[in-house]
């Protein structure tokens, strides 16, 4: 049993009185646990999604260029656009002239964010693994550690830090004020805002997608004048599936432009 | 002391309103200057609208952490 058919069923037996969904659906029963090196592993629900949503982009992006062809068909068209918009949009235009080389780590950050973000309309799925903060707190981790190495490796620990602690071109008195703010900025807000973000937006989806389909069914079982209110929550909950559809897109492309963004900063001095 | 006002019940999402007032300035603010801009200008669209959606990214993440702490520090 899904946690959402949980909810529902906690709808439908609690009565009288509605009862919003909580943070319930975002828990799931372990359907397998064990323990490694002392530390408990569970298998939920959302890792099998994410297992799932990972192997099928891969699946897709291996058969888009399984059989290239000067034409594209259909297929290949859909791959290569894909990834031509992180290779030049985002790793040649945000990055620079020395970007190319990220184009495939970007790629492999944008299909995979887009695939698990995916999930969170896809029947029988409904969930997006991205909106538990685990999973978006990794990846935010591993931009963070690979913005700051580069930006070592490609200026130098002396100047890559200087730079950030001291601002070129601000006035001496000025740095009391910025040189905080600086460090504030590039080593806690950065990485926290990515990964809040894109969990913030696929958990307030997924509760809104909840909020609209529970109410709808709760308002049906009611009755009466109910009946047409209860429409319109169903109506609302298809019309924000489509909203969900474009917050996924979105959210992934501003998760890749955002690392694009600092890792423009780590590679080119000015700021 | 005596209690002169009290309030009950999902105070979060009071929070949340006042936390989306100003992204939601913000970001209206960051699209219509992409808007105007590419009518302004149209060729540089695709040059500022990485802008706008770093614009817009930024200024939204007030809203969502607002979204966020009621759940996170509620009850």
């Known amino acids: ?194 990964a809040v973000r894109l969990f913030a937006n696929m958990f307030a989806g997924h509760m809104l997608l909840l909020v609209f389909s529970l109410g709808a069914t709760y308002l049906f079982t009611v009755g009466g004048l109910s009946y047409v209110f209860g429409g319109i929550s169903f109506l609302m909950a298809i019309v924000m599936t489509f909203f969900e559809l474009l917050v996924i897109f979105l959210q992934a492309y501003v998760f890749t432009v955002l690392m694009g963004t600092y890792l423009n900063g780590s590679i080119e001095a000015e700021h | 002391m005596d209690v002169l006002a009290a309030l009950t019940g999902s105070i979060g999402s009071v929070g949340y309103g006042l936390a989306a007032i100003g992204p939601g300035i913000g970001v209206g603010i960051v699209w219509a200057a992409y808007i105007q801009a590419t009518a302004r200008q149209p060729e540089s669209a695709g040059l500022t609208r990485t802008y706008a959606f770093l614009g817009f990214a930024l200024s939204e993440a007030l809203a969502l952490i607002g979204f966020v702490v009621p759940f996170v520090f509620g009850t």
Not at chain 1, 1 to 16: D, F, I, K, Q, R
Not at chain 1, 68 to 86: N, R, T
Not at chain 1, 107 to 114: P, R
């Open chain 1, 1 to 194: 049993m899904t946690p959402s058919a949980h909810a529902l069923g906690s709808v439908l037996a609690a009565g009288p009185g509605f009862e919003a969904p909580g943070l319930e659906a975002f828990y799931p029963h372990p359907l397998w646990s064990f323990t490694l090196l002392g530390i408990p592993f569970e298998i939920t629900r959302i890792t099998l999604i994410l297992w799932i949503a990972t192997l099928a982009m891969i699946g897709l992006l291996v058969a888009t260029v399984r059989k290239p062809q000067i034409v594209p068909g259909k297929l290949q068209f859909l791959g290569e656009s894909g990834y031509s918009l992180v290779r030049d949009g985002i790793a040649r235009d945000v990055v620079g002239p020395k970007g190319l080389s990220f184009a495939p780590f970007l790629a492999a950050l944008f299909f995979f964010i887009l695939a698990n973000n995916m999930m969170s309309i896809i029947p029988f799925a409904q969930i997006s693994p991205m909106s538990k903060f685990a999973f978006p707190l990794v990846l935010a981790l591993i931009c963070y550690v690979i913005y700051i190495w580069i930006g070592i490796r490609e200026q130098g620990v002396g100047k890559y830090f200087k730079d950030i602690l001291f601002l070129p071109g601000v006035p001496v008195f000025m740095y009391v004020l910025v040189t905080p703010i600086e460090i504030l900025q590039n080593f806690i807000v950065r990485p926290f805002t990515l």
